[in-house]
């Protein structure tokens, strides 16, 4: 009966939205001992259950089937992002690869100024720099309710914890691409300065 209840504790986490390792521990044990069967339960309504052990998180991932005869809708919607939103996150996930080559230490912790500079080199300007300040730290907490960034507390300094599922998302293919149109926006904002 614990079992049970255990697994249904995992199944609701999963259907929440991302279980860390270290945040969730007790439904990262749940599932990492029933995958199989959690899989399977989640297959049925045409999800899979994404698991990366050894960076330690696991979510519910739509499974395509748009040319199936008969394709169940989508329960997991697609959700568009704005240049802000997108340009803060290629920049974490570049920054994450730069952090894994160059050091052991296995998080990236960042200040909300180092997300200000990255972000300011693609932005021309001439631009309003308060309202700037405002729209990107309006994206910073958008890019957190996605689950890529981790607010830590401190008194001072605002800092964030970069989360690995960054990797999952934006995986190497997509970052080289997205960097080509990086340079791209790079290269506007220069001229149009």
Same mark, same amino acid.
């Given at each position: 009966m614990?079992?049970?209840?255990?697994i249904s504790h995992a199944l609701v986490a999963l259907m929440k939205g991302v279980v860390y390792k270290d945040?969730?521990?007790?439904?990262?044990?749940?599932i990492l001992g029933a995958y199989a069967a959690i899989n399977s339960h989640f297959a049925q309504v045409g999800l899979e259950v994404f698991l990366d052990e050894s960076e330690g998180f696991t979510f519910l991932?739509?499974?395509p089937n748009e040319d199936e005869v008969d394709p169940l809708p989508r329960l997991?919607?697609?959700?568009?992002?704005?240049?802000? #939103?997108s340009l803060i996150c290629v920049l974490l996930r570049k920054r994450l690869a730069e952090h *894994? @080559?160059?050091t052991s230490e296995p998080r990236l912790i960042i200040s909300e100024e180092d997300i200000f500079d990255m972000v300011k080199a693609f932005i021309p300007e001439k631009t309003n720099e308060a309202k700037l300040h405002d729209d990107i730290r309006r994206n910073i907490a958008r890019v957190a309710e996605m689950g890529f960034l981790d607010e830590l507390k401190k008194?001072?300094? #605002?800092?964030?914890?970069?989360?690995?599922?960054?990797?999952?998302?934006?995986?190497? *293919? @997509?970052l080289s691409d997205l960097a080509n149109l990086l340079e791209g926006y790079r290269n506007y904002a220069a001229a149009i300065a």
């Open positions: 614990e079992r049970r209840n255990d945040k969730h521990p007790k439904q990262w044990t749940t991932k739509q499974v997991i919607p697609k959700r568009p992002l704005g240049f802000l #939103t *894994d @080559a160059s008194a001072e300094e #605002t800092t964030y914890e970069v989360r690995r599922i960054i990797k999952a998302a934006f995986n190497a *293919d @997509a």
